[in-house]
C-alpha cells in the first residue's frame, strides 16, 4: 500500500466538523484505492491560495514531514487547479492527487464490462485535457515570438490534438452503446421500473441481493457498484423491473457525472425510486441532500420515491449521562424513534427502517413497494384491476 497523507482546508463555508467528515471520507476513497493514510494535515483559510492552495507555512511543514517518513502521494480535499497542482508537485517531489482524481482512479479500478470502462476513460481525458502542460516541463522552453517556439510547446499542442480526437472517438462510442441500451430498455415491454439509489456504501447492492435472491458484487467499500444490473422481482403476483445503480458523493466530480449520465438513463427512465440512506452515519442527511442534488441535476427529483433507512442495526446514539446537567440534547443523542418524530414523520414520501443486512423489516418495505408499484400499474393499465388486489 502506498503511504500517503491528506489535505483539506477549513473555510466559512465548510467549519471543522463537516472537514472532518470529509477528510474522514477521503480516507476511506484512499483506503477504497489501495493507499495508507499516515496523517491528516488540515489549514483555515478564507480562500485557497491560487498558486500552492494552501499557505506557504503549511507547504514547508509538510514538505519535511514528506521526506522525513517517505510519503509516496499526497491528497488534496478539493479539486486543485492544473497550475497548484503543477507548482505543488514541483515542491513536495512526489504524486499530487485532488478528490477527482482519487475518484476517478477508483473508477477505473471497479469498471468491469467495456461500458463503463469507456465512461470512466472518458472522465480521465477530460479531466486530463487541461493538466498537460505539467507533463512537458522537462523539455526545454524557447522565448515566445516567431520561430522562437520551443520542443515543449509542440509536444503539448501534439498532445492536445491527441486527447481532443480521443474524446471524440469514447464519445462516439459511448454514442453507439447508448442507442443499442436504450433499444434494450424498450424492449423490456410496460413493465414497471423501480431504481435504488443513494449515496455509496449505503447498501444499495445487499439490497437488490435480497429482494431478487441474486449474488451481486457487494463489499463494505466506495463505489463496489458501477454497472447498472436489472433483474425482474415478482411480489405477491405483480411483475416489475428493478435496477441497482453507481452511488452518488459529496464532491461528485463534474466529469463522472457527464460521462455517466447514459447510466443514469435508468434512473430518470423509471417510474418510482427506493432511495437508500444509511441511518448509522452521522452525517446521513447530508448525503441525502447530496443524492437529492444529483438527482435534481438529472431531473428526477419529481419522481415517486420510497425513503428506505438502512443500517438500523449499526444505529448508535450516543448517551447523557444523568449527572450530566451541561450537555444539551442534539442529534448525536437521539434514538431511532426521536429520528421518526422529527421533519421524517413530515415526509410525503413512504419511509420505512430496515436492516439488509440482517433481513429485519424487509417485509414492511415489500409492502410498501408492492403497493406503490400497483398504483403506477393500474394508472397504466386499468383493467387490471382486479389481477392485483390491496394489501390491507
Not at 160 to 189: A, F, H, Y
Not at 241 to 254: A, C, E, H, M, Y
Amino acid at each position: 500500500m502506498e503511504r500517503t497523507i491528506l489535505i483539506g482546508i477549513i473555510t466559512q463555508e465548510q467549519g471543522y466538523e463537516r472537514s472532518m467528515d470529509y477528510l474522514k471520507e477521503l480516507a476511506f476513497l484512499t483506503l477504497t484505492a489501495g493507499g495508507d493514510v499516515i496523517k491528516t494535515f488540515t489549514q483555515r483559510l478564507s480562500n485557497p491560495n491560487p498558486r500552492t492552495f494552501i499557505g506557504e507555512g503549511k507547504i514547508t511543514e509538510i514538505k519535511e514531514y514528506i521526506l522525513k517518513n517517505h510519503i509516496k502521494t499526497v491528497i488534496f480535499d478539493d479539486e486543485l487547479s492544473a497550475t497548484q497542482e503543477r507548482n505543488i508537485s514541483k515542491i513536495f517531489n512526489c504524486k499530487i492527487l485532488d478528490r477527482t482524481n482519487l475518484i476517478l482512479d477508483i473508477f477505473a479500478q471497479r469498471a468491469k464490462t467495456s461500458y463503463a470502462k469507456t465512461q470512466v476513460e472518458l472522465a480521465q481525458c477530460q479531466y486530463l485535457l487541461p493538466r498537460l502542460k505539467g507533463m512537458w516541463t522537462h523539455l526545454e522552453r524557447q522565448k515566445g515570438g516567431i520561430g522562437m517556439r520551443g520542443p515543449g510547446e509542440t509536444e503539448i499542442e501534439t498532445d492536445r490534438r491527441i486527447v481532443r480526437n480521443k474524446i471524440s472517438l469514447l464519445k462516439e462510442k459511448i454514442k453507439g452503446i447508448d442507442k443499442q441500451m436504450s433499444t434494450q430498455r424498450g424492449n423490456r415491454g410496460k413493465l414497471v421500473r423501480v431504481a435504488i439509489v443513494g449515496y455509496t456504501n449505503v447498501g444499495k447492492s445487499t439490497l437488490m441481493n435480497l429482494l431478487c435472491k441474486v449474488k451481486l458484487f457487494a463489499e463494505d467499500k466506495l463505489f463496489a457498484t458501477l454497472d447498472t444490473t436489472v433483474r425482474k422481482l415478482v411480489i405477491g403476483n405483480l411483475p416489475f423491473l428493478l435496477s441497482d445503480t453507481v452511488g452518488f458523493i459529496r464532491k461528485l466530480p463534474t466529469q463522472l457525472v457527464e460521462s455517466f449520465k447514459s447510466t443514469l438513463d435508468e434512473v430518470r427512465e423509471s417510474d418510482l425510486l427506493i432511495h437508500v440512506v444509511d441511518i448509522s452515519h452521522r452525517n446521513f442527511e447530508d448525503h441525502k441532500q447530496s443524492v437529492e442534488k444529483i438527482l435534481l441535476e438529472i431531473k428526477s427529483n419529481e419522481k415517486p420515491t420510497i425513503l428506505v433507512f438502512n443500517k438500523i442495526d449499526n444505529y448508535r446514539e450516543e448517551k447523557i449521562d444523568s449527572d450530566d446537567l451541561i450537555t444539551k440534547k442534539t442529534k448525536i443523542h437521539y434514538t431511532l424513534d426521536d429520528w421518526k418524530s422529527t421533519w421524517m414523520n413530515k415526509l410525503s414520501q413512504d419511509v420505512v427502517f430496515i436492516s439488509a443486512k440482517n433481513k429485519s423489516n424487509v417485509e414492511g418495505l415489500k409492502k410498501i413497494l408492492y403497493q406503490k408499484v400497483r398504483d403506477i400499474h393500474i394508472t397504466r393499465f386499468p383493467y387490471n384491476n382486479f389481477l392485483y388486489p390491496e394489501i390491507i
